[in-house]
């Protein structure tokens, strides 16, 4: 019972990730002895109303990632912080354990990379122990078993915390270093989402950078932009012809 459950957690003092840890296990452990209920499916899809907040939000890099981090959604900002991600990985929902483990210069974009690992492997056993019937999961941490050691080590550690909150560094191959403090939101309304919100100290080298990044990405549309007008511009030459 919860009851039982709590006093086990107050017992063995765990913290909150932990104690939804034990919880998610213990439901698991429950689902499996009972008829198979249906379930809230970890979304894949991304709420319009969430990517419209998020592109609203233009001095601020924001994300949404799903349970096993795939990035699915992001503001131009956010998209330009993993930037990296989208380009070594050439996907448009780029995953960041795997990239984490997976990709050799990983430690590039990550410069804090002990910590990004640790906080890859704790969210991806949460969402484990929530989802355990999930293929998706278990195909993504079966794959980064076989092919990581690092990851492996990391696995068996049985570590469950992960920083909802706090400050992660990138370094970004056009603006070099950012150390933007962030926080981890879930969506209640759209269950097995959640959005990751940056900000930059303010007068800070990295707000500096932020600001810098920003222009790069409005001259880059600009650019797209003319390049359409000028593409499309012979054929309306040729329909004003007599």
Same mark, same amino acid.
């Given at each position: 019972?919860?009851?039982?459950?709590?006093?086990? %957690?107050?017992?063995?003092?765990?913290? #909150?990730? +932990?104690?939804?840890?034990?919880?998610?296990?213990?439901?698991?452990?429950?689902?499996?002895? &009972?008829?198979?209920?249906?379930?809230?499916?970890?979304?894949? !899809? !991304?709420?319009?109303?969430? *990517?419209?907040?998020?592109?609203?939000? %233009?001095?601020?890099?924001?994300?949404?990632?799903? $349970?096993? =981090?795939?990035?699915?959604?992001?503001?131009?900002?956010?998209?330009?912080?993993? /930037?990296?991600?989208?380009?070594?990985? /050439? &996907?448009?929902?780029?995953?960041?354990?795997?990239?984490?483990?997976?990709?050799?210069?990983?430690?590039?974009?990550?410069?804090?990379?002990?910590?990004?690992? #640790?906080?890859? %492997?704790?969210?991806?056993?949460? +969402?484990?122990?929530? &989802?355990?019937?999930?293929?998706?999961?278990?195909?993504? @941490?079966?794959?980064?078993?076989?092919?990581? #050691?690092?990851?492996?080590?990391?696995?068996?550690?049985?570590?469950?915390?992960?920083?909802?909150?706090?400050?992660?560094?990138?370094?970004?191959?056009?603006?070099?270093?950012?150390? =933007?403090?962030?926080?981890? =939101?879930?969506?209640? &309304?759209?269950?097995?989402?959640?959005? @990751?919100?940056?900000?930059?100290?303010? $007068?800070?080298?990295?707000? *500096?950078?932020? *600001?810098?990044?920003?222009?790069?990405?409005?001259?880059?549309?600009?650019?797209?932009?003319?390049? +359409?007008? #000028?593409?499309?511009?012979?054929?309306?030459?040729?329909?004003?012809?007599?």
């Amino acid at each position: 019972s919860d009851e039982v459950l709590g006093a086990i %957690v107050s017992t063995l003092r765990l913290n #909150d990730e +932990e104690t939804a840890h034990l919880f998610d296990l213990v439901r698991a452990a429950t689902t499996k002895r &009972s008829p198979r209920r249906s379930r809230p499916r970890s979304g894949r !899809m !991304m709420p319009a109303g969430v *990517q419209a907040l998020m592109d609203a939000m %233009v001095t601020a890099p924001a994300i949404v990632i799903n $349970g096993h =981090l795939d990035i699915i959604g992001a503001n131009a900002l956010g998209r330009a912080v993993y /930037g990296p991600l989208y380009t070594r990985t /050439g &996907s448009t929902t780029p995953n960041i354990a795997r990239f984490t483990f997976l990709d050799p210069r990983a430690d590039e974009v990550f410069p804090d990379w002990r910590r990004s690992a #640790d906080d890859a %492997v704790a969210l991806l056993r949460v +969402e484990a122990a929530r &989802s355990p019937d999930s293929t998706a999961v278990t195909g993504l @941490i079966g794959e980064l078993a076989t092919r990581s #050691d690092e990851f492996r080590v990391r696995w068996a550690a049985q570590q469950v915390k992960a920083h909802r909150r706090g400050v992660k560094r990138f370094i970004h191959p056009d603006v070099g270093e950012l150390t =933007l403090r962030f926080e981890v =939101l879930d969506l209640t &309304s759209a269950a097995g989402l959640a959005m @990751i919100g940056y900000t930059a100290e303010p $007068g800070s080298t990295s707000e *500096q950078s932020l *600001q810098l990044l920003s222009s790069l990405i409005v001259t880059e549309q600009n650019r797209h932009i003319g390049s +359409e007008t #000028d593409q499309r511009r012979p054929a309306d030459q040729k329909a004003d012809t007599p």
